[in-house]
């Protein structure tokens, strides 16, 4: 069973440099901005043996349109599932109404909490330390979440609180490395309702405007066949507006999550699958090695879909990838979202599996047999045997008497090959060429 702590506080108290201070991660943006973060954050992690889930919300603020009346809402939502709340405040401010609304909300929910004082490096006003002991719930705990001060004090109460028994053993197992998949694509093309519509929760805040996700948000989800970490992403776009550098800091991360996800769904949305900032973000994922499927979002728009044309015009747009899955959906509508599921299972085991030296020779003696490669200096160009060095990604080794001999054009053709006779479609491999060894020359 696992244990709810809510991280609450209004904006720039620091409430996600201590998520990642508790996690010992860095998975939430962190800036001084004020309401810089905008999505709910979800991890999962053991802290002293014991699982925890820790969420990070927005900072509670007087709302100013719909989209940030949404993100109040499903703070408090929050709040009333949560087994713990910590209850942040900033050394460096003076208590203000939106703390004292704050408290209010608080009081009004009878759940244990714990009062922390953050940013307490350097110079700040001890009074607010007495201000916050008469708002009724004792002394606060006096931590620096960037500086990691005083964070094992904070956790050992966390145990307290929650009355669970300190471990003498030293636990760090993140219980959420299970298949990691991020959900990229361009602003707007629907992949936080895509987040919320696989995990059935309004994790990701959603809406017409751009750059409603932020932060990275993920989720766990657990089936019978796999487990899986779906991350939403701040979406890519052709045209960075607003801020320069906190766009920038969305985007970075967005490329950072998809090199460490095993596999990535690109959302389109189907009035715009054409445009050329999509085959952008394929070369992107592709480049990086990763597994993919295309998501063709929005379907509901229209009664009838010509799936086979969309997917036509796409491979033709991005070669590389021709054959791969697409899969059509409404995240809105949840149509479809069953059979994404499949293929998401589908793909990750295609991605991981293991090829036989066999098969893999008597493949490559038979394709190079009828479709030789041309002649180096007017001898042959023989290929010794290939084997496969690793998977997720495919990678192979290929041995032969002359390398620098293999055209591009002929390498392309045998990893074109090698994708169609192993169902490996669309999906980015590698190819490594060797040298043969006279297996007696050393003997």
Known sequence: MTNNILIVGKPNVGKSSLFNALVKKNLALVNNTPRYTRDIKKKQFELSGH???????????????????????YTTDQISKSDLILLVFNAKEQLTNDDHKLVSLIRRCEKKKIIVLNKTE?????????DIEKLGFGLPILISSAHMKSIDILEERILQNLKLKKNTKEFSRDISERLSI???????????????????????????????????????????????????????????SGSKKLNKDFIDQTKKKIRLSQMIL?????????????????????????????????????????EESVKKKIYDLNPQINGLPICFVSAKKKVGISSL?????????????????????????????????????????????????NSAPPKFNIYVNYIKAIKPDYKRFLENNVRKSFNLNGLPIKIVYKKSQNPFSQK
């Open 122 to 130: 350097g110079n700040y006003n001890s009074d607010i330390i007495h």
């Open 341 to 389: 599921f499949k293929q998401v299972i589908s793909q990750s085991l295609i991605w991981k599996k293991r090829i036989s030296t066999g098969k893999l020779n008597t493949w490559m003696e038979n394709i190079v047999k009828k479709t030789p490669p041309p002649l180096h200096k007017g001898r042959s160009i023989k290929f010794k045997y290939i084997t496969q060095s």
């Open 182 to 240: 991020a959900i990229v694509g361009k602003t707007n093309s629907g992949k936080s309702t895509l987040m919320n519509s696989i995990s059935g929760q309004d994790v990701s805040i959603t809406g017409n405007k751009p750059y409603l996700t932020r932060d990275a948000v993920e989720v766990t989800i657990e089936t019978k066949k796999l487990n899986f970490k779906i991350i939403d992403t701040a979406g890519f776009s052709k045209d960075l």
């Open 51 to 73: 699982d925890i889930t820790l969420i990070d919300t927005p900072g509670l603020f007087e709302p100013k349109d719909e989209i940030e009346e949404k993100i109040i809402q």
């Open 266 to 306: 690109i959302v389109m949305d189907i009035d715009d699958y054409f445009e050329r900032l999509h085959s952008r973000i394929i070369r992107l994922v592709y480049d990086e090695n990763r597994c993919m499927l295309l998501v063709i979002n929005k379907t509901d728009k229209y009664q009838r879909i010509s």
